[in-house]
T-cell receptor, first 110, second 115 residues
Framework: QKEVEQNSGPLSVPEGAIASLNCTYS??????FFWYRQYSGKSPELIMF????GDKEDGRFTAQLNKASQYVSLLIRDSQPSDSATYLC??????????FGTGTRLQVFP | EPEVTQTPSHQVTQMGQEVILRCVPI?????FYWYRQILGQKVEFLVS????????KSEIFDDQFSVERPDGSNFTLKIRSTKLEDSAMYFC?????????????FGPGTRLLVL
């Protein structure tokens, strides 16, 4: 069973803090990893992707991948109320589909 | 900038009716996907489509579902005889590059409600 697991939250952080979102996956054959943001009633919007072990930074966002531990995370620095959304972790196993987790709801309060 | 547009944005239908959901790429894309998301649940893969053929489909994508690209532009998902449990958001996605690892970009979705 190929699974992607996320804590559903909500994760509540104050404005300006670092939000840390975590995702684990079960299939060691997973090749690429994506973080999408989804506002209520809207479609998934790509935040970041990562293929290799280590960190990848893009503005306020950092994705971290540890293939040995089958773990991928997303850090959001200087969190803003506009970052309040559900964050979806998605994994590709080198097939033509993405497998999504259930998402973590992030709440950033002023 | 939207990668694809989808029509209609909302559709209400009676159980047993056929529905056609449409996805219109902005530019000349080759790799398309349909996903669905039942309210409160995860995004689920339905089918991928390349070069006018299905390349992969999930167990959800049974004989009730079909996809085609009838005019070389619009990409459609047809549900032949809708069931209550087909009520969901349906997302079209497209991939720019030729490798599986590359990012899929999602359209705005069609909210389908089956009564």
């Amino acid at each position: 069973q190929k699974e992607v697991e996320q804590n559903s939250g909500p994760l509540s952080v104050p404005e300006g803090a670092i939000a840390s979102l975590n995702c684990t996956y079960s299939d060691r054959g997973s090749q690429s990893f994506f973080w999408y943001r989804q506002y209520s009633g809207k479609s998934p919007e790509l935040i970041m992707f990562i293929y290799s072990n280590g960190d990848k930074e893009d503005g306020r966002f950092t994705a971290q991948l540890n293939k040995a531990s089958q773990y991928v995370s997303l850090l959001i620095r200087d969190s803003q109320p506009s970052d309040s959304a559900t964050y979806l972790c998605a994994v590709n196993l080198n097939t033509d589909k993405l497998i999504f987790g259930t998402g973590t709801r992030l709440q950033v309060f002023p | 900038e939207p990668e694809v547009t989808q029509t209609p944005s909302h559709q209400v239908t009676q159980m047993g009716q056929e529905v056609i959901l449409r996805c219109v790429p902005i530019s000349n894309h080759l790799y398309f996907y349909w996903y669905r998301q039942i309210l409160g649940q995860k995004v689920e893969f339905l089918v991928s489509f390349y070069n006018n053929e299905i390349s992969e489909k999930s167990e959800i994508f049974d004989d009730q579902f079909s996809v085609e690209r009838p005019d070389g532009s619009n990409f459609t998902l047809k549900i032949r005889s809708t069931k209550l449990e087909d009520s969901a958001m349906y997302f079209c996605a497209r991939r720019k590059g030729s490798t599986f690892q590359e990012t899929q970009y999602f359209g705005p979705g069609t909210r389908l409600l089956v009564l």
